[in-house]
Structure formats: structure tokens, C-alpha cells
């Protein structure tokens, strides 16, 4: 088990940018796949991207161009770049992690069984 902090959340106006980080306590960051998911008020938490073992990245369609995961496995942290921001990408932004063997990743919430608090990114127009 790994213990996962956000940071980096902010208010910004749209078209702007914001770079959220994931600090992950714990030996085995490196066998995790870590991924992203957002939720906003009254709506499911979704998916937004996924980094493996190897660090092979997926992104949600609606996100792809504009967000970009990464991970630093020396510093134990995951990162999300995201860009050109607009009012619907308000909501709390979420990390996720799940020891694997390989390569592996889900875009389904269930299948994470670290998760962190949080972090509120609020996106004026």
C-alpha cells in the first residue's frame, strides 16, 4: 500500500494552465500504475488517464491534446499537466494507484485501490 497526496490545485481562469503532483509515501511506487480521475459537484468521479509500471500513458479522449500524465518513479510522484482549461474541467482531481505486475491500467475507478484525498481545481470563465 502507498499513501497518496495531491497538490497543485488552484483557481485559474479558463485557458489557463495548472500542473496537479501526487506524492506517493512507500518502496514500491515503481510497481504501481498510477492514474488521474476528476469528479465534479453531482456527477460520477471519471477517468482522465493512466501511466504504467513503464510508463506508457493513456488519456480520456475528451482530455487528449490538453492533459498530460507523467511520473517520476526517483521522486515517487505522478504529475498531470493540463492545459488551455476551461469551466467544465472544474472539480476535485483525484490520484489513484494499484500494484500491478506489467503492464496495466483501468479506466474504471473500482479497479484503484490507493487513493488520495484530493485536490479542488476551479476554472473561472
Known amino acids: 500500500q502507498v499513501q497518496l497526496v495531491e497538490s497543485g490545485g488552484a483557481l485559474v481562469q479558463a485557458g489557463g494552465s495548472l500542473r496537479l503532483s501526487c506524492a506517493a509515501s512507500?518502496?514500491?511506487?515503481?510497481?504501481?500504475?498510477m492514474a488521474w480521475f476528476r469528479q465534479a459537484p453531482g456527477k460520477e468521479r471519471e477517468f482522465l488517464a493512466a501511466i504504467t509500471r513503464d510508463s506508457l500513458n493513456y488519456h480520456r479522449d475528451s482530455v487528449k491534446g490538453r492533459f498530460t500524465i507523467s511520473r517520476d518513479n526517483a521522486k515517487n510522484t505522478v504529475s498531470l499537466e493540463m492545459n488551455s482549461l476551461k469551466p467544465e474541467d472544474t472539480a476535485v482531481y483525484y490520484c489513484a494507484g494499484r500494484e500491478v505486475r506489467g503492464r496495466w491500467y483501468s479506466t474504471q475507478r473500482y479497479d484503484y485501490d490507493n487513493w488520495g484525498p484530493g485536490t479542488q481545481v476551479t476554472v473561472s470563465s
Open positions: 512507500g518502496r514500491t511506487f515503481s510497481q504501481y500504475t
